[in-house]
């Protein structure tokens, strides 16, 4: 059976809340191997709600669909505030990156408190802004960029993160709409444990399954070694 698209694969799926330090509850899912205790785990931070981004944009929908199942991988997604999916609307209003900060907080508390292990925050666009300003935690291994627009984030979020020290594997499309790999690798060269890889071809929003293949292997490959390369095909 080759994996498509739409290929959802086993897994033990429970819809959860979050709740926020300024008293918001916020709405997502937690999808976990089905028959294993999870190796590491994926806290998902979407692109930008005000154009569509939310827990169920594609590249994080097709991470919980295979990676329990394929990388023994907890995949954790949820909508910030102000943003709806199928699984609902997270109170509040969009902070435009501000208030947000609690959100990811919340997620790595929920992480915590439920045990799961070996905590990565994948972000994705507006996500990696979210995590490059609010994800130093010392409880987490690092941090997964997809397409990384670096406005939001400054500089001095750059170096923050030099300093904090934990991994950082930013992922930058050929032809992004914001920042494409040339000038991604100039500016974070501010981290010097970051590693920078250019996608051929790739475009901002990784449309396209070969796309999608190409991300979610880079993931496995930073955070569950083990378990890469994905293959494209089952029993």
Sequence with gaps: MEI???????ARREPIELHTADGLTLVGELALPAERPPAATLVCLHPLPTHGGMMDSHVFRK???RLPALA????LRFNTRG??????????????GEGERFDVAAALEYAEFHDLPRPWLVGWSF???L??????DPLIEG??????????????????WGEFGRPLLALVPEFDDY??????????ALVPQAEVIGVEGAKHLWVGEPSVRIVLNEIVRTVAPGAYPLPERLP
């Design 127 to 129: 996500g990696t802004e």
């Design 4 to 10: 498509r698209a739409s290929t959802v694969l086993p």
């Design 131 to 136: 995590a490059l300003r609010w994800g130093r």
């Design 63 to 65: 991470a919980a669909y």
């Design 143 to 160: 941090a997964i960029l997809l397409s990384p627009p670096l406005r939001r984030a400054s500089d001095a979020d750059l170096t923050a």
């Design 179 to 188: 920042l494409r790999p040339d000038e991604a690798a100039e500016r974070f």
């Design 83 to 96: 943003t709806t999916s199928d699984r609902g609307t997270s109170q509040g209003e969009f902070g435009d």
């Design 72 to 75: 023994d991988l907890a995949v």
